[in-house]
């Protein structure tokens, strides 16, 4: 059985900084793309990041230049970091990961961001 696991949400002040995790865990034979997407109250859930298994990257206009994924690929984790959070920033983040071809998501962690 394959889990996502999520770690490193919080709560922080607007331009502060925090660092998401995920572990994926299991029996598996690959983890192909990565992603994380985000849901505030009352909003649909959007693709904040993904990264490829090869690293290439991409992200929704609102994060550029303040967000950063990467993964290891040796150790099936993904990583998101978040600089100059604002208040739109919060949301509840989910790992995403397409593991041996089949979609997985982790339980989500909340961020918070205080004005």
């Known amino acids: 059985q394959v889990q996502l696991v999520e770690s490193g949400g919080g709560l922080v002040q607007a331009g502060g900084s925090l660092r998401l995790s995920c572990a994926a865990s299991?029996?598996?034979?690959?983890?192909?793309?990565m992603g994380w997407y985000r849901q505030a109250p009352g909003k649909q859930r959007e693709l904040v990041a993904g990264?490829?298994?090869?690293?290439?990257?991409n992200y929704v206009d609102s994060v550029k230049g303040r967000f950063t994924i990467s993964r290891d690929n040796a150790k099936n984790t993904m990583s998101l970091q978040m600089n100059s959070l604002d208040s739109e920033d919060t949301a509840v983040y989910y790992c995403?990961?397409?593991?041996?071809?089949?979609?997985?998501w982790g339980q989500g962690t909340q961020v918070t961001v205080s004005p």
């Open positions: 995403n990961a397409i593991v041996d071809s089949r979609p997985y």
């Open positions: 299991g029996r598996f034979f690959s983890v192909g793309t």
């Open positions: 990264v490829t298994r090869s690293g290439n990257t």
